[in-house]
């Protein structure tokens, strides 16, 4: 069992924005939910929305399960769908998914409004499976972004050079500072070339 701050290197909750799908209980019931949270330096906290499961349980109770998991497929049934219950177990009475390859239980001080902002204080999780890291959006468009750069360089399409322009946007909201300059550094090499032929 991990506990505290130590958690969150240990179980790949990153600087930058970390995808998560939150689990939460009410009367029974419980829920799972894509969620982001946000580590920038000292400060861990989430973006809740009005009218959702999760800021609800969260607002009344407190709490949330971040589940570690790199299924695509979870998030995206998540996002718009409840799950049944064969996709969950207990861990340390707490609703977790069957198939995490992590979890980390956080305390929430909760400001209610129509986004909640929720300041997080990790409490307890476990390692379950090892090689694996908390989804972070900013990291995987780098991926997708050096794809696109190549793209653009060798066809000149303009929708490959707006794709990038998009990527960085969001590399900047949600990477971390070596997703950030990795972007930064894919386009100015974008530039250097552009300007060679």
């Not at 949270?37 to 809740?48: A, K, N, P, T």
């Not at 694996?132 to 653009?152: D, K, S």
Request: aromatic share 10%; net charge negative; charged share 30%.
């Amino acid at each position: 069992m991990l506990y505290g701050n130590e958690a969150l290197d240990e179980l790949g909750i990153l600087e930058g924005i970390n995808e998560v799908i939150a689990t939460t209980e009410s009367e029974g019931r419980i829920n799972a939910a894509p969620i982001g949270i946000i580590r920038s330096e000292d400060r861990l906290y989430v973006r809740l929305f009005l009218g959702t499961h999760t800021y609800e349980n969260v607002l009344a109770k407190g709490w949330f399960v971040a589940n570690i998991t790199h299924d695509a497929w979870i998030f995206a049934e998540t996002a718009l769908e409840d799950l049944s219950p064969k996709y969950f177990t207990r861990k340390e009475d707490l609703p977790v998914l069957e198939d995490a390859e992590a979890w980390l239980l956080f305390e929430c001080e909760a400001f209610a409004s129509d986004i909640i902002i929720a300041d997080l204080k990790p409490i307890k999780g476990e390692m379950i499976r090892k090689d694996f890291r908390a989804v972070n959006r900013g990291a995987n468009l780098v991926i997708e972004a050096a794809v696109a750069a190549t793209r653009y360089l060798a066809l000149r399409t303009d929708s490959y050079f707006e794709e990038l322009m998009k990527m960085q946007r969001i590399i900047d909201r949600c990477g971390g500072p070596r997703e950030r300059l990795a972007m930064e550094q894919l386009m100015e090499r974008v530039d250097s070339f552009s300007h060679m032929r």
